[in-house]
Structures are given as structure tokens and as C-alpha cells.
């Protein structure tokens, strides 16, 4: 088993990779869930046109790793390697060195992960080990050596590609991150020592501040009579924002799902393979459906709408690569519905449908 062992020999031949340490207690060795999850991406988005993430670990591309990473999120939401270290291959290009290279550790990958570079800039802040370099010595390791190879790596436009924070920016992380780790003290006022005539005072001032005292608290008691009923109206107000905020969040967690579900069965679709498409379809109309054999590069999600019938309608915009080595862009909608018995959580229930992007952009 591969995936159990470090390899002697370095698979990856780019410019600059990513090497990963698991925790002691989750890895693939010990996590079946985090196995399945690894086995799953090699086999529907990797092993037909890329190396796998089993045949490479610990050693991973910027594409592998954003496909991990990615998946990580999403089932684990915060999931917390030991070390991530950007590595080059050696002189003799077999083995890889993380020597001089930027590394975190530990790597936080988010539940809001968006690209796997920004705990690194969060470690060339913070990172003591690299305190003696200067803002502009530190953006350039980006731009020129980092940025080059993941935009390859990933096949991004320039304007999708992550920017380096800016001085003030870094400055900013490495404050708040300061402030968090201070506890913070209460200085207690030094006693004084109390006026001679006040301690002087005689009974009758003592009895007027008290009879004060019982008045304000009468008050404020008829007061909370005519308050309550305001208060009884802002608490529920409270309860229907909470209602409101839980059903966003429920609406984003299944869009979630279902991004992850489609981001699956797309490949498999343009693969040609009718054996692997059938754990993507319903018993129904959709059983039918007949793959198509395509070359996918990109995805990309434009909206997922629910339907009355408690289905919903996803639709993607995807770029295909042509025989010539030209692009098209295409647009594809579907609908899913949840499944129980699916492996992937939902199947899809009709027939895709698949329409030229720009020629629906000017008929609009």
C-alpha cells in the first residue's frame, strides 16, 4: 500500500510541490474516512489524465493539493496537518528538498478554504525563522519562484490568481495575531485612604442616601413592568433572525454538498465510462443517461436553485478541450435530488443539458 509509506523517490516533476506530515492521531493510516476520501479523488479526478495522490505522497502537487485540501474542508471542516513544506527537486531531479523553501507548521486548511498559499503567508509573518527578511524580499519569494508554478499547476487566469498581502496587511495579521495570544491583565486602582470627615458623617445623611437607594429601586421595579412588554417583542424578533440565519446556513451547507457531489460526477460524465456513471444516476428517467467522452479543464459553479418538488437545479460552466488543443465553453444543468443508498449522497434525476456559454450570454 502506497499510501502507508513514504516514497524513496520523488514522482512530481515541477518546479516546486508541496511535501505534507500528517498529525500523529489522523492520517490515512489510522483515519478509514480519510483513506476513502484520498482513494475517492484519485479515482474520479485524478487517475486518468494526473499522477495520484497514493502513488505521490507524501509529496503532492499544487493541483493535488488543492483537490485535498478542498475535500478536507469539506468533510472535516478545520483539519490540521503537522507540516506543510514547499519543496524543488534536487541536482539529479529524484529526490525533493524543502531546503531554503518556505514550510508552516502546523497548516491549518479552513472550513472557508479558499487556496492553499494563505497559511503561508501567514507563516512568512509570524514565523520567527523568517523575521530577518525584508516585506519585498518576501513578496518576490512569491511572485517570482511560488506564484509561477501553482498558476500552472492549477491552470489559472491571471485575474484568479491569489494576490500577496500588502505591508500593512502583513503588519495587520502579525498584530491580531499578538493580541490573541496576550492575556489581558485588570490593573486594580491603589486604596486610598478615606477623608476623616466622611467617615465622620452623621446618621441622618446615611438614612437620606439610603431612603435614595429604595426609591430608585421601586422605580425601576414599575419600570420593568411597561419594558416587558417591548422585551417580549424584541425576543421574538431574536427567535426569527435565528430561524432566518439557520436556514441560510442550512441552504449553504447543502449547496455545499452538492457542489462537492457534481464536482465528482462531471469528470465521470465526460469520461465515456457508462459502468462508472451508474452510482451517479436515479433508478428513474435519468438511468438512461449516456456519458459522454470529453476533456474537462475547468469547472466552475454558476448557481444551485431549489426546486418545489424538494429537488434542486444545479447548473456549471465548464471549459473543454478540443482535439487541436483549443477551448470551448460550455454550459450544463442538471437536476439532483438526496439519495440514501447513493454512495455520493444525491443522484442525478434528468437528463443534462448542454448549451453553448457565449452563444447563451448574447441571446440574453
Known sequence: MILLKKNPRCLITDELFL???????????????????????????????????????????????????????????????????????????????SEGEL???????????????????????????????????????????VFPTYKRSLKLSESAMPV???????????????????????????????????????????????????????VSFFLSFSLMGRTNEANKKVTYLNGEIQVLKDSQKIEHQIDVFSRYFIPVYFSGDK??????????????????????????LEKVSKNKSKTFNVVYVLSLKNKDDTYRQIRISFNVKKSKVKPYGFVLISEPEITDYFKDLNNK
Request: glycine fraction near 2%.
Open 275 to 300: 459502468q462508472r456513471l451508474l452510482n451517479f444516476l436515479d433508478d428513474g428517467d435519468a438511468k438512461y443517461t449516456e456519458p459522454k467522452k470529453e476533456v474537462v479543464q475547468s469547472v466552475i
Open 19 to 97: 511535501e505534507v506530515e500528517w498529525q500523529d492521531d489522523i492520517s490515512p493510516m489510522n483515519d478509514p474516512s480519510l483513506f476513502e476520501l484520498i482513494e475517492t479523488i484519485d479515482d474520479h479526478l485524478l487517475r486518468e489524465s494526473h499522477q495520484t495522490i497514493e502513488a505521490t505522497l507524501p509529496y503532492l502537487s499544487f493541483y493535488q493539493a488543492d483537490l485535498l485540501f478542498s475535500a478536507l474542508s469539506q468533510s472535516y471542516g478545520y483539519f490540521t496537518f503537522k507540516k506543510v513544506s514547499l519543496c524543488h527537486l534536487d541536482n539529479k531531479g529524484k529526490g525533493a528538498s
Open 103 to 145: 514550510f508552516a507548521s502546523p497548516y491549518v486548511v479552513p472550513a472557508n478554504y479558499t487556496n492553499l498559499l494563505e497559511p503561508f503567508f501567514i507563516a512568512i509573518t509570524l514565523d520567527k525563522q523568517f523575521s530577518d527578511f525584508s516585506y519585498n524580499e518576501k513578496r518576490e519569494y512569491f511572485v517570482v519562484t
Open 164 to 218: 500577496f498581502p500588502s505591508e500593512s496587511d502583513l503588519a495587520k495579521i502579525a498584530h491580531e495575531a499578538k493580541d490573541y495570544n496576550q492575556t489581558s491583565s485588570v490593573k486594580t486602582p491603589n486604596n486610598t485612604k478615606a477623608d476623616s470627615r466622611k467617615s465622620n458623617q452623621n446618621s441622618l445623611k446615611i438614612w437620606l442616601i439610603l431612603v435614595l437607594i429604595s426609591s430608585l429601586a421601586i
